[in-house]
């Protein structure tokens, strides 16, 4: 009887991707399996922040508890290793990921086995096994650029390794004819792609959309900087039918001093740039963006410009963080700010983000979209081409079809079919 294994996966869309792999490799070894019935439990880690990293730790002590065996992959294994060492059967990084069935043979044997030294492996090229329908996440390169004081992921990631334009064309083009229709493109700063292999994000988009059939491509966040410095090109790569006008753009925080102690490289100035050239381009564009509230630095003064910064652009999704020191980082050592504190600025910009996108989706209600259903839970979920989830009471997931706002949430727009 074979060894069953389940894969828990934490965080970002790049772990979704990395767990894509993972399955691919245990399911030639393995019986793959849900957590009740497994004899291990690999679980794919996230530690952007404290409150995420004890909540997955905590996990593992619990299916430990249980009589599993558990292997850690994902950031914690570098991030916290030796917390990681101390409670796993066995554990790898992120870029090692392929070796995966090493890792857990090690651990049904009882012999742990940390995989953590630091490899070069061209995921784009690695088969996959997903675990939806519908959606299909392509990695495009791993690292970044950044020197952000707050952030441990790149003590996980490392440098930018972009993966191989070939290589990704391939899995996008093998994705589509699989039956994939919305292909979500994603690393830790897609503005960075290419810059370490002599080619670019725009080039990467022109060649995707000339990939036949029908699709839509989610770009993944990109450094506010980098957006800029390669705007008009990527304006006009945006203009393929293909590509969501959807845009990921995390300014972090609205005052230019903080920004500096962040190690941000952009100015709020070139931040909102990039937000009103796109929104003159396209009559209809989804623009996401990242807060982070509580950082050392940041004054009543400072969180009020970000407050404004954010009444004036008029995100349509905000992702709102309190600051959380992270062992390691530059910003580790200055004097943390009282919790209270964090708590009042995050739900004043939630306030704010909820007063958005009501007024948003408010003025939505009568129009008419091209959408593609991407997901089903009882009620179908489809984008438009601005990205803008829109339910349905019917459909099936891949169709394309019309659909008429009838009613909306903060959350989504409630649509009818029309065609």
Not at 57 to 83: D, M, N, Q, T, Y
Not at 137 to 154: D, L, P, Q, Y
Request: aromatic share 8%; charged share 35%; glycine share 6%.
């Amino acid at each position: 009887m074979k060894v069953r294994v389940a894969l828990e996966t934490y965080g970002c869309t790049m772990n979704q991707a990395d767990s894509d792999i993972m399955r691919a490799e245990i399911s030639k070894e393995f019986e793959l399996s849900s957590v009740d019935r497994a004899d291990v439990v690999v679980i794919n880690s996230c530690g952007v922040i404290d409150f995420t990293e004890r909540k997955i730790l905590k996990r593992v002590e619990e299916l430990k508890r249980s009589g599993k065996v558990v292997v850690v992959a994902g950031c914690l294994p570098r991030i916290s290793a030796k917390k990681v060492r101390e409670i796993a059967d066995s554990a790898l990084s992120p870029d090692n990921v392929h070796r995966i069935r090493e890792v857990v043979r090690a651990a049904i044997s009882g012999r742990k086995l940390f995989i953590i030294k630091k490899a070069s492996i061209d995921k784009s090229r690695c088969e996959k096994k997903r675990a939806r329908k519908g959606i299909a996440v392509v990695s495009i390169a791993e690292g970044c650029m950044g020197r952000c004081t707050f952030c441990a992921t790149r003590f996980a990631r490392g440098r930018l390794r972009s993966f191989s334009l070939d290589g990704i064309l391939d899995e996008v083009e093998k994705a589509v004819k699989e039956g994939y229709v919305e292909i979500q493109l994603t690393s830790q700063d897609t503005g960075a792609y290419g810059r370490d292999i002599g080619t670019s994000l725009p080039e990467l988009l022109e060649k995707i959309s000339s990939i036949e059939g029908e699709f839509r491509v989610r770009v993944g966040m990109m450094n506010p900087r980098h957006a800029y410095e390669m705007l008009e090109d990527l304006l006009n790569t945006f203009e393929s039918k293909k590509i969501y006008k959807f845009l990921h753009l995390p300014v972090q925080s609205g005052d230019e001093k903080v920004l500096k102690d962040m190690g941000r490289n952009y100015t709020v100035e070139e931040f909102e740039e990039v937000v009103s050239s796109f929104r003159r381009r396209f009559d209809d564009v989804m623009i996401s963006t990242d807060v982070i509230v509580g950082f050392p630095t940041e004054t009543e003064e400072a969180f009020y410009r970000t407050f404004e910064l954010i009444r004036r652009v008029k995100p349509d999704l905000l992702n709102i963080t309190r600051y959380s020191p992270r062992k390691g980082t530059p910003a580790y050592r200055l004097k943390d700010m009282p919790d209270w504190i964090k708590k009042d600025r995050s739900r004043a910009l939630t306030r704010l983000e909820n007063r958005i996108k009501e007024k948003k989706n408010a003025s939505l209600v009568g129009k008419e979209f091209e959408v593609v259903v991407t997901k089903s839970d009882g009620r179908f979920l489809s984008r438009s081409l601005a990205y803008r989830p829109v339910v349905l009471e019917k459909g099936r997931i891949g169709e394309f079809c019309r659909a008429k706002v009838v009613g909306y949430t903060t959350t989504h727009l409630i649509g009818e079919r029309t065609v």
